[in-house]
């Protein structure tokens, strides 16, 4: 059974820094694309980055020179360290994985972690 379980959320002051982790369970992780997205009160998900299964990766503009992503495939693990964050970057910011290799393509997501970004 997939699970997906994120971690590292929290309350920081603005140009601090976060690191999420999301762990992946059910032998699907080297066979995922992995992602970062975010959604603040009142708007729509947003994607925030994005990690493929070669390591390939993809920022939204708003995060560039900020947030990096990255993964370790030995520990079914994707991060992203977050620096200089703003207030505008506070959002519930969900993991999801994209299995793409063997099998029919599937979507997980994961419960979503709280970033609060405030003084």
């Known amino acids: 059974q997939v699970q997906v379980v994120e971690s590292g959320g929290g309350l920081v002051q603005p140009g601090g820094s976060l690191r999420l982790s999301c762990v992946v369970s059910?032998?699907?992780?080297?066979?995922?694309?992995m992602a970062w997205y975010r959604q603040a009160p009142g708007t729509q998900r947003e994607l925030v980055a994005s990690?493929?299964?070669?390591?390939?990766?993809n920022y939204a503009d708003f995060v560039k020179g900020r947030f990096t992503i990255s993964r370790d495939n030995a520990k079914n693990t994707v991060y992203l360290q977050m620096n200089s964050l703003k207030p505008e970057d506070t959002a519930v910011y969900y993991c999801?994985?994209?299995?793409?290799?063997?099998?029919?393509?599937?979507?997980?997501w994961g419960q979503g972690t709280q970033v609060t970004v405030s003084s």
């Open positions: 990690i493929g299964i070669a390591t390939d990766t």
């Open positions: 999801n994985a994209d299995k793409r290799i063997f099998g029919r393509p599937m979507n997980y």
């Open positions: 059910g032998s699907i992780f080297g066979l995922s694309a």
